[in-house]
């Protein structure tokens, strides 16, 4: 059984739009995480969150937002999307701590047209 | 910020052949893991190993924490190997990891 659900696995908008990417984790963490994969660039950091608080933004744009209604769900909203947006995003977890292991989920690939 | 390079960039092996996977970064690490990305995308977890030799199956990772490098050593590869391998470290901060860009590898049969 997956420990991190992503939903949904591929989703395609149109310019402009507004669409919430799901993710909740079973690990019994207390920190998560949204990862942003471009093509041909690295995995790159966007937020994280500990105890359902923000710990770190390193998005530059307000567009992005981060939703924790549960301290095992962190979704983002993305607003006014842009083409540009396409990518795959990651939802990871881990426990607190600086030595904590990381488990990512499977990944949302977002196509904006 | 902190920089994570990876080497080689990809890497061609037949089936049975070893491979070596080098990982170097800007700043002193406090955790760094190595990931597995299949050609599907999805993010699997190796080992984690921010200093010392960790095994885990058919992977080697050796961390020389003052020289900032790591490595990954694949021994006897599978087809099923064939994908891209990610090095990742924090910092002492704790709060995000920072990924190299990968190496892809091929395992042909």
């Known amino acids: 059984d997956p420990k991190i659900i992503q939903k949904p696995k591929y989703l395609v908008a149109v310019t402009g739009s507004e669409k919430i990417l799901i993710c909740e984790q079973y690990?019994?963490?207390?920190?998560m995480y949204w990862y942003r994969q471009s093509a041909k660039k690295p995995l790159e950091f966007m937020f994280s969150?500990?105890?359902?608080?923000?710990?770190d933004n390193q998005t530059a744009s307000s567009r992005f937002q981060p939703q924790s209604s549960k301290k095992n769900h962190l979704d983002l909203q993305i607003t006014a999307l842009k083409p540009d947006d396409s990518a795959t995003y990651f939802c990871?977890?881990?426990?607190?701590?600086?030595?904590?292991?990381?488990?990512f989920g499977s990944g949302t690939r977002l196509l904006v047209i | 910020g902190q920089q994570v390079q990876q080497s080689p960039a990809s890497l061609v092996l037949q089936e049975g052949e070893n491979a070596e996977l080098q990982c170097n970064f800007s700043?002193?690490?406090?955790?760094l893991q190595w990931f597995y990305q299949s050609p599907g995308g999805s993010l699997v977890s190796l080992l984690s190993?921010?200093?010392g030799t960790k095994h885990t199956g058919r992977l080697t990772s050796t961390t020389v924490t003052k020289e900032r490098r790591s490595s990954l050593h694949i021994s006897s590869s599978q087809t099923t190997d064939s994908g891209t391998y990610l090095c990742?470290?924090?910092?002492?901060?704790?709060?995000?990891?920072?990924f190299g860009i990968g190496t892809r590898v091929l395992v042909r049969p």
């Open positions: 990871a977890s881990s426990p607190t701590g600086a030595n904590s292991d990381y488990t």
């Open positions: 690990l019994g963490h207390n920190a």
């Open positions: 969150y500990s105890y359902q608080k923000l710990m």
């Open positions: 700043s002193t690490a406090t955790q």
């Open positions: 190993n921010p200093s």
């Open positions: 990742a470290i924090t910092d002492s901060a704790g709060n995000k990891l920072t």
